[in-house]
């Protein structure tokens, strides 16, 4: 089962941005679905958005326009471009594969928005 390492997250100011990076242990090149998702906290983990092999993506709306999820078959590596942070954008970070998570969650990435 391939194995996922998010990183790249921190502090950030509102309306600052990070991107964050998630490394498989396999090839990706073959696998359908990539998604993003984050738990804040008290909250459960909710989906964030999600990329498919040919490239389609799908934000849910409290991310659309802001943040920008892409992959690079080659670098078995998916990435998520974050930008116009708001506090509420504060979680931690995780990536998985299918439309279902397949994988094990990793630890993720923190991401704290905050003056």
């Known amino acids: 089962q391939v194995q996922l390492v998010e990183s790249g997250g921190g502090l950030v100011q509102p309306g600052g941005s990070l991107r964050l990076s998630c490394a498989a242990s396999?090839?990706?090149?073959?696998?359908?679905?990539m998604a993003w998702y984050r738990q804040a906290p008290g909250k459960q983990r909710e989906l964030v958005c999600i990329?498919?092999?040919?490239?389609?993506?799908h934000y849910e709306d409290f991310v659309k326009g802001r943040f920008t999820i892409s992959r690079d078959n080659a670098k078995n590596t998916m990435y998520l471009q974050m930008d116009s942070l708001k506090p509420e954008d504060t979680a931690v970070y995780y990536c998985?594969?299918?439309?279902?998570?397949?994988?094990?969650w990793g630890q993720g990435t923190r991401v704290t928005v905050s003056s």
């Open positions: 396999g090839t990706i090149r073959d696998i359908e679905v």
């Open positions: 990329i498919t092999k040919g490239g389609t993506t």
């Open positions: 998985n594969i299918g439309l279902v998570p397949q994988a094990s």
